[in-house]
């Protein structure tokens, strides 16, 4: 079955960086669209990032310009680079991934990212 699980996530302080890794199994992210969503304390999920098999690239407004999504095929694994991290990008970051005929959606369980200001 497939499988996605993040590792990265930490506590850091305002200002510094940090990169989440989503290793996957049973599921290539270059063959299907990957993505990382946050959701933090008292809000919904919402999407941070998202990577396209051809390689297009989603931003959402709030991360735009400090953050970076990639992905090794090699290591079949997805990864997000955050730069100039806020206390408002403190959450659960969730790695997605959508399944090839494009009907179901698969999640990690996610890794916890806490700026401290």
């Known amino acids: 079955q497939v499988q996605l699980v993040e590792s990265g996530g930490g506590e850091v302080q305002a200002g510094e960086s940090l990169t989440l890794s989503c290793a996957a199994s049973?599921?290539?992210?270059?063959?299907?669209?990957g993505a990382w969503y946050r959701q933090a304390p008292g809000k919904e999920r919402e999407e941070v990032a998202t990577?396209?098999?051809?390689?297009?690239?989603f931003y959402g407004d709030d991360v735009k310009g400090r953050v970076n999504i990639s992905r090794d095929n090699a290591k079949n694994t997805l990864y997000l680079q955050m730069n100039a991290l806020t206390s408002e990008d403190t959450g659960v970051y969730y790695c997605?991934?959508?399944?090839?005929?494009?009907?179901?959606?698969?999640w990690g369980r996610g890794t916890q990212v806490t700026v401290s200001s």
């Open positions: 997605k991934a959508r399944s090839y005929d494009r009907q179901r959606d698969y």
């Open positions: 049973k599921i290539y992210f270059s063959l299907t669209s």
């Open positions: 990577l396209l098999p051809g390689g297009k690239v």
